[in-house]
């Protein structure tokens, strides 16, 4: 069986190191904002290559968390307008109408699925004030052309870098790209945790210390409070795992662009189109390997049958989903089409190249409909 993402199996390299890192963390009687969290911090955010790290809960309240701390700040307020992909992952919208400011979804390049500068530049109205853009499947979206959208409107942007840790523009990190990057360590992630774990980075010192008052409670000082905030935080616990993986997030980066390649050199079949391999080839860590078919149901049963594990992300957009009904009946024809053909292959740093050589032996010897 080819699981999708052998996450024992990601782990286990670690084992070790990890059983360490956890005693340590229990042996030291600290376990809420200790050490390990303060480590990590500094560890990410230069890894990242930011001045600030806050670490905080989970990837939700990480977004959550930056536009809830600009609307503190005074640069945004209720009502005003966020451009966000419309084939994201929900969180991101969430952390938006969550925080009473309206999503506008706008379309996706269907050759690259990410945010589309030409539609954020038809999307922007007098009451927007922000631009969100996702590193979708862990290819990053940033482009010079998103810049330049944003400097000359003078709009915050803010990065969901949940699916791309380690993602590479013109060699700066995805997460230093924007005002403010929101990072998920959902285990699953290319930088997982064993539980929940976020971050936000920034360079902006008053946004990485409100996003800090925010996640505590609104409190700076103990037992005063200054907002009405919430608990958010990352556990010293998960704080020390990442600490582990952290240093191994690069090569296993590189693993996976490896897999890529594998998969667009080897699978041949004319019912599949296959996402295109960027000039830059560290733009993408590839979270997901996304194919597009006509026939999705039938290859996922057909691969199911030859134990290949797949996933679909995700089989239905924001704008259809009952918690949006007043979006249900938007016209977005090109998130529409990715979310009823996208079908993800298993991409990760454990695969083996029999592994990789199976799914696309499998895979060319789809039977053709005949006609
Ligand atoms: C996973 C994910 C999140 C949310 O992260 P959690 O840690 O699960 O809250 C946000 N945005 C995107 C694009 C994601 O993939």
């Known amino acids: 069986m080819i699981k999708f993402l052998d996450l024992k199996g990601v782990n286990d390299r670690f084992r070790n190191d990890i059983s360490e890192a956890m005693m340590r963390v229990s042996d030291s009687g600290w376990y809420l904002l200790g050490n390990e969290v303060a480590s990590f911090e500094r560890e990410y955010a230069s890894f990242i290559g930011t001045k600030h790290c806050v670490g905080c809960g989970n990837g939700l309240e990480a977004v959550t968390l930056i536009l809830r701390a600009w609307k503190e700040l005074g640069l945004l307020k209720e009502g005003d307008e966020v451009i966000v992909p419309a084939n994201t992952y929900i969180a991101s919208i969430l952390a938006i109408s969550g925080n009473g400011l309206t999503p506008v979804l706008v379309e996706p390049d269907p050759d690259t699925f990410q945010i589309d500068s030409k539609n954020i530049e038809k999307a922007i109205t007098e009451a ?203 016209s977005l024809p090109i998130t529409a089409a990715i979310h009823s053909h996208e079908l993800s292959l298993p991409v990760s740093p454990v695969m083996t190249d029999e592994e990789v050589a199976h799914v696309i032996s499998a895979i060319n010897a789809f039977p053709l409909i005949r006609r």
Request: glycine share 6%; with cysteine.
């Open 128 to 330: 927007t004030k922000a631009v969100m853009i996702v590193h979708l499947y862990g290819r990053c979206a940033f482009t010079r052309e998103i810049g330049e959208i944003v400097r000359s409107h003078n709009l915050l942007l803010i990065e969901d870098n949940a699916q791309a840790h380690g993602c590479r523009f013109e060699g700066r990190l995805t997460g230093s790209l924007g005002h403010a990057a929101a990072h998920s360590f959902y285990p699953g992630k290319n930088l997982g945790a064993l539980g929940d774990a976020g971050a936000v980075t920034t360079d902006d010192e008053r946004l990485a210390a409100m996003v800090r008052t925010l996640a505590n409670y609104g409190s700076s000082r103990k037992y005063v409070f200054d907002y009405q905030g919430i608990n958010s935080r990352l556990d010293e616990l998960q704080a020390a795992i990442l600490r582990v993986k952290l240093p191994h997030l690069d090569s296993d980066n590189r693993r996976r662009m490896e897999i890529a390649r594998m998969y667009c050199a080897g699978i041949n079949h004319p019912d599949i189109s296959l996402p295109h391999i960027p000039e830059e080839m560290t733009s993408n860590v590839w979270h997901i390997f996304p194919i597009l078919t006509h026939r999705r149901d039938e290859l996922q049963a057909y691969l199911a049958d030859k134990e290949i594990q797949t996933l679909i992300h995700y089989p239905i957009p924001p704008h259809k989903q009952k918690c949006y009904r007043e979006w249900n009946s938007l």
